[in-house]
C-alpha cells in the first residue's frame, strides 16, 4: 500500500476525491478500503460505480477478483455482488444513461465508491448522495477516484480543486470534503513492475499527457465555450433597467423545462436574470411553473420556443405552443440553426468595449441562475462536428439551448445609444 492510498483509506471526511495522474494506484485503493469497511462493520452495505458495465468488467470486477481473500467473501457473478461472511455486501453497478440512477431508488448504502468520477454527470452524482443512509452508526461516506477530463471534469474540478488546497478538509454546507491529488510517481510498486508505463504516457497528445502524467485540472482542450469565465461573465443581481426589453427562451420536454429570462438593454447587452430548471412537468405545470416565477405586471416583451414545439401532438391534436396558449402562454418561434446559434452565443461572450470605453461581454449572467452556469462550460465539441456541441450527457444541454434559442434569434444588437440615466421601477430586484 502507498502513503497516498493509506491516506485515502484514512479519510473520514464525508466526501473524499483521490484523483490526478494515471497510474496513481486510485483504484486499487478504492478496492483495498471497501474491502476495510466490509471486514470492519459487519452487515454493512457499500455500492462501487463505474459509467458502464463493460467498463466495470474489463477493471474492478478482475481486480477484486484477484485482491478480495475467498475465504471472507464471494463474489455473485449474476448479480454483481460481494458478500462477506460477515454479512456485508458490496454492490458492482453502473450508471450508462442519465436515469439509471433510478435503479438505486429504494436502495441504501453506508458509503458510495465512484470510479472514475468525472465520466459521471453532477445530476447523477448528486441523486446517488441521497442513497448515503441508514439506521446503523457506521459510516457515511462517498468515496472517489478520477483522473482529469471526461464530460464531468467542470462539475468535478468546481465541486472539489477549486474550493480549496489539496490535502485540506474544508466543509460545505455542513458536510466535509477533501481532495487527495494522486501522480504517478506516488505509486512505486506500478514504476518498478512497469519501467516503460511513463514513456508510454509521454507518447499522448498533449491534453492528454497532461490529464493522464501530469494530472493537471485546468483543461480548455474540449470545452466549447472556452471564453466563458465565472468572474468575466457572472455578476450578483442587480436592478433591470426600465427601458430594457425581456424576454422569455425556453427548451422544454418532459424531461426537463429549462426557461431562461433575459433582459436586453437598448444598445445591445444582455443579462441572464432568472432561470427555471425543472423535470417531470406536462405542459400544463410547465406553464404555472413559468407563469409562478414572474412578477405581478412584469411585462415579457417575447417568448421564444423552439421550432419542434409546433408539431402536433397524436394524442391531443394540438402542438405544445398551443397548449402553452390554452394556459395564456404565447410563444414565437425561436430559430433552430445549432451551429448558427452558438456562433452568435460565441459573439455575446466574446468581450467588447462598451460606448464609456470598458471591456466587457454582451451577455452576463446572475449568479442566481445556478443551472446554466454549471452546464454552459461543460459542453463539449462533437467529435464529429467540431461547430457544433456534443448532445451528450443530455442533461447538461437543456438550458444552453434555451440560450442558444434566444442567441439564434436575437443576437443583432441595435443601434447603439447615448448613454442615459436609467429609471428602475420600484422592485426592481426581481424574484429569481
Keep these: 500500500m502507498t502513503r497516498r492510498q493509506a491516506a485515502f483509506i484514512q479519510s473520514d471526511t464525508f466526501e473524499t476525491l483521490f484523483g490526478g495522474a494515471a497510474g496513481g494506484g486510485k483504484s486499487h485503493g478504492q478496492l483495498l478500503d471497501a474491502l476495510r469497511f466490509a471486514v470492519t462493520y459487519p452487515g454493512s452495505r457499500q455500492l462501487m460505480l463505474r459509467r458502464t458495465m463493460p467498463e466495470l468488467e474489463r477493471s474492478l470486477v ?27 455486501t458490496l454492490e458492482f453497478g453502473y450508471c450508462d444513461a442519465e436515469s ?13 465508491r465512484f470510479d472514475e468520477l468525472t465520466h459521471f454527470t453532477e445530476s447523477q452524482f448528486t441523486y446517488l448522495l ?7 452508526r457506521y459510516p457515511k461516506q462517498v468515496k472517489a477516484t478520477t483522473n482529469p477530463g471526461g464530460v464531468g471534469h467542470q462539475w468535478v474540478k468546481s465541486r472539489y480543486i477549486d474550493p480549496a488546497p489539496p490535502n485540506t478538509v474544508w466543509e460545505k454546507n455542513g458536510t466535509s ?3 487527495l491529488p494522486a501522480k504517478l510517481t506516488d505509486n512505486p510498486f506500478l514504476q518498478q513492475a512497469d519501467k516503460n508505463y511513463q514513456k508510454r504516457l509521454q507518447l499522448l497528445t498533449p491534453h492528454d499527457r497532461r490529464a493522464l502524467l501530469d494530472g493537471v485540472w485546468e483543461l480548455d482542450e474540449g470545452r466549447y465555450f472556452r471564453e466563458f469565465s465565472t468572474a468575466l461573465h457572472v455578476t450578483p443581481p442587480h436592478p433591470i433597467p426600465r427601458g430594457w426589453r425581456r424576454f422569455l427562451t425556453i427548451d422544454y420536454g418532459l424531461d426537463m423545462l429549462a426557461a431562461l429570462w433575459i433582459a436586453q438593454s437598448p444598445d445591445g447587452y444582455s443579462v441572464v436574470y432568472r432561470e427555471l430548471y425543472q423535470p417531470g412537468l406536462i405542459i400544463s405545470e410547465a406553464a404555472a411553473a413559468i407563469q409562478n416565477c414572474e412578477l405581478s405586471g ?12 409546433w408539431n402536433r401532438r397524436q394524442e391531443t391534436g394540438k402542438s405544445a405552443v398551443e397548449l402553452f396558449a390554452d394556459c395564456g402562454l404565447l410563444f414565437d418561434k425561436s430559430s433552430n440553426e445549432r451551429v448558427a446559434g452558438w456562433l452568435a452565443l460565441h459573439e455575446l461572450l466574446a468581450p467588447r468595449k462598451d460606448l464609456f470605453g470598458t471591456v466587457r461581454p454582451r451577455l452576463t449572467i446572475f449568479d442566481t441562475c445556478r443551472n446554466l452556469i454549471r452546464t454552459l462550460p461543460a459542453l463539449q465539441h462533437d467529435s464529429r462536428n467540431p461547430s457544433d456541441t ?43
Design 298 to 309: 412584469e411585462q415579457i416583451d417575447c417568448r421564444l420556443a423552439p421550432p419542434d414545439l
Design 390 to 432: 456534443a448532445n451528450t450527457p443530455h442533461e447538461l444541454t437543456h438550458a444552453p439551448d434555451a440560450l442558444r434559442g434566444y442567441a439564434a434569434t436575437i443576437y443583432e444588437s441595435p443601434a447603439p445609444v447615448q448613454p442615459t440615466t436609467y429609471d428602475c421601477e420600484i422592485g426592481e430586484f426581481l424574484r429569481y
Design 100 to 112: 439509471d440512477v433510478t435503479r438505486y431508488q429504494s436502495a441504501e448504502y453506508d458509503v458510495i
Design 130 to 136: 441521497s442513497r448515503i443512509r441508514g439506521a446503523n
Design 177 to 179: 470534503r477533501l481532495f
Design 62 to 88: 478482475p481486480a477484486a477478483l484477484r485482491l478480495y481473500p475467498r475465504c471472507i467473501a464471494t463474489y455473485k457473478v449474476s448479480e454483481h455482488r460481494w458478500e462477506f461472511s460477515n454479512r456485508s
